[in-house]
């Protein structure tokens, strides 16, 4: 696996070896990688694509400083891995190599697929996402991009880009990878104790339920009420949103109607860990 920490010689390098390969898959990540990250890598690879995985935790998407800086890295660990998985090019690179001298995002509105639920729970978060996405596409011009479905939201905002933007990379989400117990995969969860593990399988639970009636006809707000009531009610547990939603534009739903996507969405604390999960109304 080649490794790289300046833009000029990974273009340089993807130059060289794309009429080789053809494709171009990227992958970008933040590290701390689990087998959900290494999900992603495969999809690509079963693409046939010659694979590229960023590993960059971007500072403008962090409307809480805390977060940003116990956020997880294990580079040598995730290193390991993506070797391992056949990953072809990592880049590694800097803010200055990113953002230059001021690292700072521009300003954008996709109507509610920013501006809802973790748009408007995390002020500017999606600013810094399409800013750090749209210099790494610029970086690795690939011609695939794969997401994982567990940040839902992000995938539509990406989707959203890249039909403003990209028009010519194929855009690819990858289910959920989830722990034995249901539990999403996140880097976030090896902040988890043991205790809190087994507290925040209940989001999933949730979720689970919550689609079972709105798929049986029941409103949305009324199996929400008696889902917050029976597995959210916990003392570790402190819920931001659980909603149903029209997947590509993430608008709030009440009753499910055919001609609509729908997932159901969540985000919680758990203890001082926020997690975020979802499940389509069709999988």
């Keep these: 696996m080649f490794v790289f920490k300046s833009i000029k010689l990974l273009q340089d390098h993807l130059s060289e070896n794309r009429p080789k390969f053809g494709k171009v898959g990227y992958v970008p990540t933040m590290g701390a990688l689990h087998q959900g990250h290494l999900d992603l890598i495969a999809a690509s690879k079963a693409k046939g694509c010659y694979t590229v995985c960023t590993i960059y935790v971007n500072p403008t998407q962090f409307n809480n400083t805390e977060d940003f800086e116990k956020?997880?890295?294990?580079?040598?660990?995730?290193?390991?891995?993506l070797t391992q998985n056949q990953c072809d090019v990592l880049f590694l690179p800097s803010s200055a190599e990113m953002y230059g001298?001021?690292?700072?995002?521009?300003?954008?509105?996709?109507?509610?697929?920013?501006?809802?639920?973790?748009?408007?729970?995390?002020?500017?978060?999606?600013?810094?996402?399409?800013?750090?996405?749209?210099?790494?596409?610029?970086?690795?011009?690939?011609d695939a991009v794969f997401f994982g479905q567990k940040d839902l939201q992000q995938c539509m905002v990406?989707?959203?880009?890249?039909?403003?933007?990209?028009?010519?990379?194929?855009?690819?989400?990858?289910p959920t990878k989830r722990?034995?117990?249901?539990?999403?995969?996140?880097?976030?969860?090896?902040?988890?104790?043991?205790?809190?593990?087994?507290?925040?399988?209940?989001?999933?639970?949730?979720?689970?339920?919550?689609?079972?009636?709105?798929?049986?006809?029941?409103?949305?707000?009324?199996?929400?009420?008696?889902?917050?009531?029976q597995w959210l009610n916990h003392p570790k547990l402190k819920l931001e949103y659980l909603a149903l939603v029209d997947a590509d534009t993430m608008e709030q739903h009440e009753l499910v109607r055919p001609e609509i996507h729908y997932a159901v969405i969540i985000a919680c604390w758990c203890s001082n860990v926020r997690l975020i999960d979802n499940v389509l109304l069709t999988d």
């Design 179 to 229: 722990e034995s117990s249901g539990l999403a995969m996140s880097s976030r969860n090896v902040r988890l104790t043991d205790d809190e593990r087994a507290v925040a399988i209940r989001l999933y639970e949730a979720l689970l339920f919550v689609k079972q009636q709105v798929l049986a006809g029941v409103s949305a707000s009324e199996v929400i009420s008696i889902a917050k009531a």
């Design 71 to 81: 956020y997880p890295s294990t580079i040598e660990q995730d290193i390991v891995k």
């Design 101 to 142: 001298a001021q690292v700072v995002a521009d300003k954008y509105n996709f109507g509610t697929v920013t501006n809802s639920f973790e748009g408007a729970l995390r002020p500017g978060h999606f600013d810094g996402v399409i800013t750090i996405v749209s210099k790494l596409f610029d970086a690795v011009k690939p």
């Design 158 to 174: 990406v989707k959203h880009l890249i039909n403003k933007r990209f028009s010519n990379i194929q855009m690819n989400i990858v």
